[in-house]
């Protein structure tokens, strides 16, 4: 039998043999708020379901990490930020729209 495993979000948890009978249904039940299910042999989870839309949610976060670890990364430019965060704490910096009418980009 299909169990909640936590409160606060619409998990749910299925064995193999059960998930044979509702895997059919699951995209309704996705529509009624379910974000994801597990599916459990010999009790253990093996696997999860979710909605595309929240596969897709969670491929987007893994990419913008992954460029924040790769900007993070590259000490010049991390030194360049530290820099200029440093010029702006002492009073040093440019207001934006000054620069953009030197540049000509009003």
Do not use: C
Request: no cysteine; aromatic share 4%; glycine share 4%.
């Amino acid at each position: 039998m299909a169990k909640n495993t936590d409160s606060t979000s619409a998990t749910r948890t299925y064995s193999i043999s059960e998930i044979r009978e509702v895997i059919t249904r699951l995209p309704e039940q996705f529509d009624d708020d379910l974000e994801t299910v597990t599916v459990t042999r010999q009790g253990k989870p093996v696997m999860t379901i979710l909605p595309t839309s929240t596969y897709k949610e969670l491929l987007e976060m893994i990419d913008s990490l992954l460029e924040t670890l790769e900007v993070m990364q590259d000490k010049e430019l991390m030194a360049s930020l530290h820099q200029g965060m440093q010029e702006l704490a002492e009073g040093k910096g440019r207001p934006w729209e000054d620069v953009k009418k030197e540049l000509g980009w009003e």
